[in-house]
């Protein structure tokens, strides 16, 4: 494989209407520091001019399809991206079961992706459904807009990890390591790049800048 080459930063805002502290409480979440506190919708974000021609990231700091978020929450946030119909949204979570469930509020121009961190099940890093739950719906899912974020990517077993993606068709893959270094259980340099390599005979893959740190490994 030659020189990787990083993915620019596609996503170019992001829109955080929902507050406090995330259901899914992930170990490793870069977003510690803002994910505290009694969960709310905010009144201020409904202020802002969300423009056009950007590619906005809904609820970066929280899942806003978490069990605990309420469905009017929910509808409220996806009707305020409507309003502004030239933007193309990301919708990311780890409960994508419920997150179809709001697929006919979702504006014209949306990505619905899940993070899938591995195939194996390690315990004790989430409170959100199982990889295996979260792998199986988004096969399921028929919608063609899909997308899968691989991050932290988490020790794998190459064959069964590429075979579920594949089955999950994805437009495109997004792979990032640990930002905020917790030690955990990390693939080889070795594995990675075997994993984009297979990864690229069916879908656009985007390494992450934070996946340099093990890809420039010895």
């Known amino acids: 494989?030659?020189?990787?080459?990083?993915?620019?930063?596609?996503?170019?805002?992001?829109?955080?209407?929902?507050?406090?502290k995330c259901f899914?409480?992930?170990?490793?979440?870069?977003y510690k520091d803002f994910s505290v506190g009694e969960l709310q919708l905010e009144e201020m974000p409904f202020t802002k001019?969300?423009?056009?021609?950007?590619?906005?990231?809904?609820?970066?700091?929280?899942?806003?399809f978490a069990q605990n978020v309420p469905d009017e929450w929910i509808g409220a946030v996806l009707e305020y991206c409507k309003e502004f119909p030239n933007n193309l949204y990301?919708?990311?979570?780890?409960?994508?079961?419920?997150?179809?469930?709001?697929?006919?509020?979702?504006?014209?121009k949306y990505f619905f992706a899940s993070t899938i961190e591995s195939n194996r099940i390690y315990e004790g890093i989430t409170l959100a459904p199982s990889v295996e739950q979260r792998t199986l719906f988004m096969a399921q899912c028929t919608l063609m807009s899909k997308a899968?974020?691989?991050?932290?990517?988490?020790?794998?077993?190459?064959?069964?990890?590429?075979?579920?993606?594949?089955?999950?068709?994805?437009?495109?893959?997004?792979?990032?390591a640990d930002r905020t270094g917790n030690n955990l259980i990390?693939?080889?340099?070795?594995?990675?790049?075997?994993?984009?390599?297979?990864?690229?005979?069916?879908?656009?893959?985007?390494?992450?800048?934070?996946?340099?740190?093990i890809l420039q490994q010895n």
């Open 49 to 64: 001019d969300l423009g056009s021609n950007k590619f906005i990231f809904i609820g970066n700091h929280n899942d806003m």
């Open 1 to 20: 494989m030659g020189k990787i080459i990083y993915a620019p930063p596609f996503i170019n805002d992001s829109w955080n209407p929902i507050s406090g």
């Open 148 to 176: 899968i974020t691989i991050e932290p990517i988490l020790d794998f077993d190459l064959e069964i990890f590429t075979n579920s993606i594949r089955n999950i068709k994805p437009r495109w893959v997004a792979i990032g």
């Open 186 to 213: 990390e693939p080889s340099k070795e594995k990675i790049i075997s994993l984009i390599e297979e990864l690229q005979k069916f879908t656009r893959v985007m390494p992450m800048n934070n996946l340099e740190r």
């Open 24 to 30: 899914h409480e992930c170990s490793y979440c870069a």
């Open 90 to 108: 990301l919708f990311k979570s780890k409960n994508p079961a419920r997150m179809f469930n709001f697929v006919n509020l979702f504006p014209s």
